[in-house]
Every structure is written in C-alpha cells, then in structure tokens.
C-alpha cells in the first residue's frame, strides 16, 4: 500500500498541476504554487506557535497534554504535506493545520491511534510486543484497574508500604 501511495501521489499530483496550468495557465499556475507555499508557511509558523504555548501551559498547570499533543502532531503532519510541491497534499494539511478543521482531524487521530493500541486481554504488559511488565500479573489496560487484586495496596495482594507525601 505504502508502494502504491509513493506511485499514485506524485501522478495525482502532477495531473492537477497540468489541470489547473490548462485552466490558468504556467505563470499563474507557478504562482499559485509559490503563494500556497508561503501561506503554508506563515500558517504553520503561527499555529505550530499557538499549539507550542497551549503544551506548554498545559504542562505548567500541571494537567495531560493530550490534546495539545495531538494538535502538535497534526501542525507537523500538515507541515510536512504543506512541504511537497502540488495541490492535492497542500490542501490535506490546509484540513490538519487550521483550528477549525482541526478538531474533526483530531478525533480521526484519536480513532486510529485507540485502534492500534489494542491490548491483548490476559497478557502482562502493554501487550505482546512490551515484554513482561513489572512483575507477576502487572499489567495496564482494562484488566488492571484500581481493586482488581493486581495491584499493590489496600485492595491488591502486594505489599504495602506506608509514608508521607511531602510537598
């Protein structure tokens, strides 16, 4: 698939070039292609900007990032498809960097991440490709919640050791 995207992009790409140069001509058509780039440019730049101080407040107030993380990751996404030459990627990453197509990206993210994040039910770990997780029937996911009887503490069968927090 990966083989087929690398041959069928760049035809896609250079067929809507030819179709917008028959319809505007090469001058404009090399015009829209240095103005689009610029655009991109200047809206990476002040995005990625925004989604670097939004991370950074999430940080400071001491709250996950997920969002903001997810929003990093579809700036440099676009970005990079801003990067090549052509219309067609242009204005998949025009859809991931704008703040207001983002949120619709951001959940189709979401969707495939969840999707590849599987666990594999009675598996100690993350899963099959984790190694054997922090001891005898340690594991994460949905069969490791709080009072299942595999975690150390009050409701678990492991020790338990008493202390302070101090701050």
Known sequence: MLAAAFVLVPLAEIWAILQVGQLVGPWWTILLLVLDSMVGAWLIKREG????????????????????????ALILIGGTLMLSPG??????????????????????????????LVVVPGAPGFGSGFGSGFGPGAGFGPGSVPGNGRRPGPEGEGPVVQGDVVE
Do not use: H
């Open 49 to 72: 900007g925004r989604a670097w101080r939004a991370l950074r407040e999430a940080l400071q107030g001491g709250r996950m990032p997920a969002r903001e993380i997810a929003d990093g």
């Open 87 to 116: 219309f067609l990627l242009d204005a998949v990453g025009i859809v991931l960097v704008l703040p207001f197509t983002r949120p619709v990206a951001r959940r189709l993210l979401t969707t495939v991440v969840e999707r590849r």
